[in-house]
């Protein structure tokens, strides 16, 4: 059952406060996952499909270790994406692709280790590569890094 409501115009500061409040602790417990697909060991998932071990996800798949995404696959200990694959340790990234070890990084791919960039592909650290050479040492880093 419902907590009944005031109409939009006798809405107070108050009762705002006091509803806003509710909201937020409902969503610190955590809480049973809807309508996903053999994610395991998650919570408060939406319409995801094998997931692990991650909270907050919505429409993800394949996803693990990661919480607070949306619309992302095969992403690994990531937080805050959107719309983006393929991302491993990456954090409030959008719209990208293969990016390890990224900050706030929006429409990228085949970025390491990289902070802030916009619409840039194969880089290592802000620096441009080639493609040859961008895979020939994110391989060795990756490696020595244990990623």
């Keep these: 059952m419902s907590e009944e409501r005031n109409p939009p115009e006798q809405l107070t500061a108050q009762d705002f406060e006091h509803r806003y409040q509710a909201l937020l602790d409902g969503d610190a417990k955590g809480g049973e996952n809807v309508n996903c697909v053999e994610c395991k060991a998650c919570q408060s998932c939406s319409r995801c499909t094998f997931c692990r071990d991650s909270e907050h996800l919505v429409r993800c798949h394949y996803c693990v270790s990661c919480e607070r995404l949306t619309d992302c696959s095969h ?32 429409g990228c791919s085949y970025c390491f280790g990289c902070v802030g960039l916009s619409q840039k592909d194969f880089h290592i650290l802000n ?19 244990r990623l």
């Design 75 to 106: 992403c690994r200990h990531s937080e805050e994406l959107l719309g983006c694959t393929h991302c491993v340790g990456s954090v409030r990234c959008t719209a990208s692709s293969y990016l390890t070890q990224c900050f706030g990084l929006s």
């Design 127 to 145: 620096e441009p590569y080639e493609r040859s050479e961008y895979f020939k040492i994110t391989r060795r880093l990756a490696q020595e890094l």
